[in-house]
């Protein structure tokens, strides 16, 4: 063992005192840090083994008071950007809380109720729309949805906006049998379509763009039901 020095130590004349914090910081970092705790125990609440699960949801949308079913639920996991469809993971639900500036289930009713509002911008819309078809790729390297499930995305995300052209849309994918799937490409291409043909006369449709197949069929089988 080395042997203990003789010399003394030096100290300075006029040790500096360590910054006291104010009150307002000491507030603030207490605040912060309730709100932290909150929010985590408003995941616990839903959360089953580390994880909200479907189940959770389901719990979670009745403390909401909105169905399942209701988009705002899937806006809210685009709010989180949630990376598996029906799960929410406590790293997503404390980041996007912290967005929302929630940390009670009476803030988060609120936040989740404003959502349409914010979503509906233009600058938000079209990554809400996307996020929405890449939510519901459930397999690993999965890049297509199947025809049943976009059907019903289709009508939940666009219906209330273009309610005939979905209507309309969803009768041709039912019957058609060219395609059992949806890519992003088509996805995309369906509000592009919404948003710019006139309806229903179709007029300013030129097949020769780089519209989907599916689409030009859509287009012919519209025409068709008309003659």
């Given at each position: 063992?080395?042997?203990?020095?003789?010399?003394?130590?030096?100290?300075?004349?006029?040790?500096?005192?360590?910054?006291?914090?104010?009150?307002?910081?000491?507030?603030?970092?207490?605040?912060?840090?309730?709100?932290?705790?909150?929010?985590?125990?408003?995941?616990?609440?839903?959360?089953?083994?580390?994880?909200?699960?479907?189940?959770?949801?389901?719990?979670?949308?009745?403390?909401?008071?909105?169905?399942?079913?209701?988009?705002?639920?899937?806006?809210?996991?685009?709010?989180?950007?949630?990376?598996?469809?029906?799960?929410?993971?406590?790293?997503?639900?404390?980041?996007?809380?912290?967005?929302?500036?929630?940390?009670?289930?009476?803030?988060?009713?609120?936040?989740?109720?404003?959502?349409?509002?914010?979503?509906?911008?233009?600058?938000?819309?079209?990554e809400f729309y996307s996020f929405?078809?890449?939510?519901?790729?459930?397999?690993?390297?999965?890049?297509?949805?199947?025809?049943?499930?976009?059907?019903?995305?289709?009508?939940?995300?666009?219906?209330?906006?273009?309610?005939?052209?979905?209507?309309?849309?969803?009768?041709?994918?039912?019957?058609?049998?060219?395609?059992?799937?949806?890519?992003?490409?088509?996805?995309?291409?369906?509000?592009?379509?919404?948003?710019?043909?006139?309806?229903?006369?179709?007029?300013?449709?030129?097949?020769?763009?780089?519209?989907?197949?599916?689409?030009?069929?859509?287009?012919?089988?519209?025409?068709?039901?008309?003659?």
């Open positions: 063992m080395p042997r203990a020095s003789k010399r003394k130590l030096s100290v300075p004349p006029n040790p500096s005192p360590s910054p006291v914090k104010s009150s307002a910081a000491r507030s603030g970092k207490t605040k912060t840090t309730k709100g932290s705790d909150r929010v985590d125990n408003m995941f616990y609440k839903y959360a089953n083994d580390g994880i909200i699960d479907p189940d959770g949801i389901m719990t979670l949308c009745d403390d909401l008071k909105m169905e399942h079913t209701d988009i705002r639920i899937l806006m809210l996991a685009w709010k989180l950007n949630a990376a598996k469809l029906g799960y929410f993971t406590q790293d997503e639900w404390k980041t996007g809380l912290k967005t929302l500036q929630v940390d009670t289930l009476t803030k988060l009713r609120k936040a989740v109720s404003e959502l349409e509002k914010e979503v509906n911008t233009p600058s938000n819309f079209l929405a078809f890449r939510y519901h790729l459930t397999e690993e390297r999965q890049k297509n949805v199947d025809m049943e499930t976009s059907c019903e995305l289709v009508n939940l995300i666009l219906g209330s906006e273009y309610r005939s052209q979905v209507d309309l849309l969803i009768d041709y994918l039912k019957i058609q049998s060219d395609f059992k799937v949806v890519n992003l490409d088509q996805w995309v291409g369906f509000l592009r379509f919404f948003k710019e043909i006139s309806f229903p006369d179709l007029e300013n449709y030129d097949d020769t763009q780089a519209w989907p197949t599916i689409l030009d069929n859509f287009v012919e089988w519209l025409k068709a039901k008309r003659r």
